[in-house]
């Protein structure tokens, strides 16, 4: 039996349909089709960015705290490439979000209507690109692809729906979405996992993207923690799914480990890999140790053997993995070291180091490691960080103490810039009756510095600290700056960051020492509304990757 309606009202009911309950877009010719829909009905949320390179960005940052898929709505062309940047950060990062683009119209094409674009240009940015040809296909191209994006590893799919077909009446069978998780079969690779396991006396866990995504794998890992009495190690993405104040955390991976943490991971006889794909950003372009045996778990087969040799490789969701191993164990398996105690020692030492070299001293400018630990003073548990990309983001990977996945927001190794007040909008939206806090450098800032408006015009309760060391510090700490540029680096005058917060409709404070970030932090994240800190710091501070590199001395069994 058909029903008789216009595109886009197909399109908005599927949304509703697959549990969507926010559109973020900007309306543009083409779109107004299914911007008039969503506006005049009350079903979903309807929030408005200032450019489509945050579109997909406060759509990412709304599904990694809590707040489910949502949708994105931009034009063809310019649109779509603008956000064509976040839809591959959400590839990478495994984030499902259903991206319409009301495209040009089939009949147009080839003849150079406005925003032309070629369909498969997106081909390799996002999980599946699905481009409808006629009103008739709608119904099941539109299910075919949110269902798509919705079964793991889950991911983006662009949805191409031209603007006359959203726009005219449609004589089609409704779209039903029925996305399902997918259950594997990999007992016998799991138990092997477990043999090995309960043999180990210097078993380590290593968390991946994984790990965040599988359903009930955050109480599944702590519980296996326990049970081996391992030490722990955390992706770009693994980063939240462990509690980073129990003992046995020794840090995320990447060129920016601490020395005592990869000695461990050395020294290692066992590692537990759970939902990582071991790409070279977090693995200091496959530098890092991974014990002598190597259990790796993973959707993704084209992972495995790729960068590491495992022993064994478990084929299946980190979730049911993890419980069949830990059945597979029944209660064997803890370890011949103690992982508070070798969790202890690697975090004090590098602490130690830290503290030996000066950065946390106060004072103008300030040290990033400083900032971090006033900033988390400031930020409730149970408050949302979202963190841009750049040099803050290494040192907040280390120092920046995370305790639950939904409560740390930042990108993996697309490394993006421009991705933290999208994200931090994102989870504002996600989370209303807790503050949000946005950590950023000011070269990632200037990227996305439009969206405060966003922000003051939703009277979100945000509060962005701008890391601002006038300095693109990636790169110019970089090992490779001496052999291009002898020695320069890519320094600027930054804007007033306060004042330019005001203009948009924010709160803006300037922080000069440790107790000034303190208070500003405190008094912005205990009021409605958005707020802005900038801080200065020391442009010539180490990075997080030299700190990290000492020589480390801790007792290893």
């Known amino acids: 039996m058909s029903d008789e309606k216009r595109g886009g009202?197909?399109?908005?009911?599927?949304?509703?349909?697959?549990?969507?309950?926010?559109?973020?877009?900007?309306?543009g010719t083409q779109t107004l089709p299914l911007d008039r829909t969503v506006v005049?009905?009350?079903?979903?949320?309807y929030l408005m960015a200032r450019h489509e390179t945050a579109v997909p960005h406060i759509a990412w940052?709304?599904?990694?705290?809590?707040?489910?898929?949502?949708?994105?709505?931009?034009?063809?062309?310019?649109?779509?490439?603008?956000?064509?940047?976040?839809?591959?950060?959400?590839?990478?990062?495994?984030?499902?979000?259903?991206?319409v683009s009301a495209d040009v119209n089939p009949e147009d094409r080839g003849k150079g209507p406005i925003h032309e674009?070629?369909?498969?240009?997106?081909?390799?940015?996002?999980?599946?690109?699905?481009?409808?040809?006629?009103?008739?296909?709608?119904?099941?191209?539109?299910?075919?692809?949110?269902?798509?994006?919705?079964?793991?590893?889950t991911g983006p799919v662009r949805l191409g729906v031209p603007s006359r077909i959203l726009d005219e009446t449609v004589d089609a069978p409704a779209a039903t979405v029925s996305p399902e998780r997918t259950t594997w079969d990999a007992a016998d690779d799991a138990a092997a996992a477990a043999d090995l396991l309960a043999d180990a006396d210097r078993p380590v866990v290593y968390l991946g993207g994984g790990a965040r995504r599988s359903p009930g794998a955050t109480e599944a890992v702590r519980g296996l923690v326990e049970d081996l009495d391992a030490p722990?190690?955390?992706?770009?993405?693994?980063?939240?799914?462990?509690?980073?104040?129990?003992?046995?955390?020794?840090?995320?991976?990447?060129?920016?480990?601490?020395?005592?943490?990869?000695?461990?991971?050395?020294?290692?006889?066992?590692?537990?890999?759970?939902?990582?794909?071991?790409?070279?950003?977090?693995?200091?372009?496959?530098?890092?140790?991974?014990?002598?045996?190597?259990?790796?778990?993973?959707?993704?087969?084209?992972?495995?053997?790729?960068?590491?040799?495992?022993?064994?490789?478990?084929?299946?969701?980190?979730?049911?993995?993890?419980?069949?191993i830990r059945e597979g164990l029944d209660g064997a398996g803890a370890g011949g070291w103690d992982g508070g105690a070798v969790g202890s020692a690697v975090r004090s030492e590098y602490r130690e180091t830290l503290d030996a070299a000066g950065l946390f001293e106060d004072g103008a400018p300030l040290n990033t490691p400083g900032v971090i630990d006033a900033v988390r003073e400031s930020t409730p548990?149970?408050?949302?960080?979202?963190?841009?990309?750049?040099?803050?983001?290494?040192?907040?990977?280390?120092?920046?103490?995370?305790?639950?996945?939904?409560?740390y927001v930042a990108a993996g190794s697309w490394a993006g810039m421009g991705v933290g007040l999208p994200a931090?909008?994102?989870?504002?939206?996600?989370?209303?009756?807790?503050?949000?806090?946005?950590?950023?450098?000011?070269?990632?800032?200037?990227?996305?510095?439009?969206?405060?408006?966003t922000a003051a015009e939703y009277d979100l309760d945000v509060t962005v600290v701008v890391s601002n060391n006038a300095d693109y510090g990636v790169i110019s700490k970089s090992p490779k700056i001496e052999q291009y540029t002898e020695g320069h680096q890519f320094t600027w005058g930054s804007p007033d960051f306060a004042?330019?917060?005001?203009?948009?409709?924010?709160?803006?404070?300037?922080?000069?020492?440790?107790?000034?970030l303190r208070e500003a932090g405190d008094d912005a994240v205990g009021r409605d509304g958005p707020d802005l800190i900038d801080v200065p710091i020391e442009t010539d501070e180490q990075s997080a990757a030299e700190a990290a590199d000492y020589e480390s001395t801790i007792d290893l069994p």
């Open 61 to 99: 940052g709304y599904y990694e705290s809590g707040g489910g898929v949502a949708a994105t709505l931009t034009v063809p062309g310019p649109g779509d490439t603008n956000a064509m940047h976040g839809l591959k950060n959400a590839s990478e990062d495994c984030v499902p979000i259903l991206h």
């Open 9 to 27: 009202d197909y399109v908005y009911e599927a949304l509703l349909d697959a549990g969507v309950d926010l559109l973020v877009g900007i309306p």
């Open 424 to 453: 931090a909008i994102g989870a504002a939206f996600a989370n209303p009756d807790e503050p949000v806090v946005c950590l950023t450098g000011d070269g990632g800032l200037m990227m996305c510095i439009h969206e405060l408006h």
């Open 499 to 516: 004042t330019v917060a005001e203009g948009f409709g924010c709160r803006g404070t300037r922080a000069e020492s440790l107790g000034e």
């Open 40 to 45: 005049e009905r009350d079903e979903m949320e």
């Open 232 to 324: 722990v190690v955390a992706s770009y993405k693994g980063k939240g799914v462990f509690p980073e104040d129990d003992d046995r955390f020794l840090g995320v991976t990447g060129s920016h480990l601490p020395a005592g943490a990869e000695r461990v991971l050395d020294r290692a006889d066992v590692v537990l890999a759970l939902g990582t794909d071991f790409d070279g950003v977090t693995t200091a372009h496959w530098s890092l140790p991974m014990g002598e045996q190597l259990i790796h778990v993973t959707l993704d087969t084209s992972a495995v053997g790729a960068s590491y040799e495992p022993e064994v490789a478990v084929l299946s969701d980190v979730a049911d993995a993890v419980d069949s």
């Open 381 to 407: 548990r149970e408050a949302p960080v979202a963190v841009d990309v750049g040099g803050f983001r290494l040192w907040a990977m280390q120092a920046f103490t995370a305790y639950d996945p939904e409560r």
């Open 117 to 153: 674009i070629e369909a498969d240009t997106f081909d390799n940015a996002v999980k599946a690109n699905v481009a409808v040809e006629s009103a008739l296909e709608l119904p099941a191209k539109l299910a075919g692809g949110i269902e798509t994006a919705l079964e793991p590893p």
